[in-house]
């Protein structure tokens, strides 16, 4: 199987600089890339159907390689794929866009887009938590690789002025050996509490957008003046340094909670897979979930969807068995003693009161029924 892990690159000035024209370089192939899409979709439709020539990344891949040298000999300067991945990536977006699954490509932005590029793993090598990149030389890890296998790709990212490497390994399953044999468990996700085991044990989320908003706040209020104060004449948008200043705070503030939440999640998940053979959790709908706006902020502050996605590699991963309960299953209104289902169990009802005498908090109700 396939895994990544994501780690701080500590570059010099000379590296970042590099960095940024690889970024600058895939940004600016992906918008031509687009253009020349769109240009040949607008002319294609002017011809009949029989006439009609396929548009798709890889014929504008060629049309690009055959002109980079002489038009845009600056590309040159950093890694091939800088050139090369962006036609794949369009190609897939439309993919989505044409599936309905997403919608139609944009633009890239300068300052506005998530800087990235893609480097293909014939072209990394690692040693002593150094990383060799291409037409640049060795650049150092904070820490070393936690996997080891063959190196697939790897995407160079810059996140608050901070710049990552995220290297996918292919990897074998973790034959590692379960501390208990045969030991399943099920597990209930809410919002009182992150997660609730049915043998007991109950992990709590510290909650990250909801503790720092009020910064958050508090630095979007100082950075909406500063661009208020940057208007010439109220038509043009001028960024300042104090602009540019305060925008990095507010980032760093969004890095650190997104920071916290990853860590808790990676914990949590990590406990689950290492020490159950089997976990059974349930198929929460969370985009209809979303639509509460008096929980929405709650829910993805927890993110359900990224604890089941990392639950699902890590027992897949451990060979540990996980099953999906159907979200339609009445597990909070069901009595885990006798099996009597309740007509209604609102969400302000904490604890469960069965007729048979059973009491216990919901949550662990729940996650006894899963």
């Not at 024209?21 to 294609?44: D, P």
């Not at 109220?234 to 969004?254: D, P, V």
Request: with cysteine; aromatic share 10%; glycine share 6%.
């Amino acid at each position: 199987m396939q895994v990544a892990h994501k780690i701080e690159l500590k570059p010099n000035n000379k590296q970042k600089t590099y960095f940024t024209k690889a970024c600058g370089t895939a940004r600016f192939v992906y918008n031509w890339g687009l253009a020349e899409w769109n240009r040949r979709y607008e002319e294609s439709l002017q011809l009949p159907d029989e006439c009609r020539e396929k548009i798709s990344g890889m014929s504008l891949k060629k049309v690009f390689n055959a002109i980079k040298r002489e038009q845009f000999p600056w590309t040159a300067e950093v890694t091939k794929y800088a050139a090369q991945q962006p036609f794949l990536d369009l190609q897939e977006a439309y993919g989505r866009f044409f599936k309905r699954q997403g919608g139609r490509p944009k633009f890239k932005k300068k300052g506005k887009s998530h800087e990235s590029f893609y480097v293909g793993g014939d072209q990394l090598r690692i040693r002593a938590k150094k990383i060799h990149v291409p037409n640049l030389g060795l650049v150092r890890l904070k820490e070393n690789p936690r996997f080891e296998g063959k190196i697939n790709s790897a995407v160079f990212s810059k996140t608050a002025e901070k710049w990552f490497v995220s290297i996918q390994f292919e990897v074998k399953e973790d034959k590692r050996e379960m501390p208990l044999k045969d030991r399943s468990v099920g597990v209930d996700i809410g919002l009182e509490s992150m997660a609730v085991t049915s043998d007991g044990h109950r992990f709590e989320s510290p909650m990250p957008l909801k503790k720092y908003l009020r910064r958050l706040a508090r630095q979007q209020r100082v950075l909406s003046k500063k661009l208020m104060a940057a208007k010439v004449d109220g038509r043009k948008i001028f960024e300042s340094k104090n602009f540019q200043k305060q925008r990095m705070k507010s980032a760093k503030t969004h890095y650190k909670v997104s920071c916290i939440r990853k860590d808790t999640l990676h914990k949590l998940t990590s406990f689950l897979a290492n020490n159950y053979t089997g976990i059974a959790i349930e198929d929460l709908n969370v985009k209809g979930m979303v639509k509460n706006h008096n929980l929405a902020r709650a829910i993805q502050d927890v993110s359900f969807g990224e604890f089941r996605r990392q639950l699902t590699y890590k027992t897949l991963w451990r060979g540990t068995n996980l099953v999906v309960v159907d979200r339609f299953f009445p597990s909070s209104k069901t009595c885990s003693q006798c099996r009597e289902v309740k007509d209604a169990m609102p969400l302000t009802a904490r604890m469960f009161e069965c007729e048979c005498g059973f009491k216990a908090n919901r949550d662990y109700n729940a996650s006894s029924n899963q």
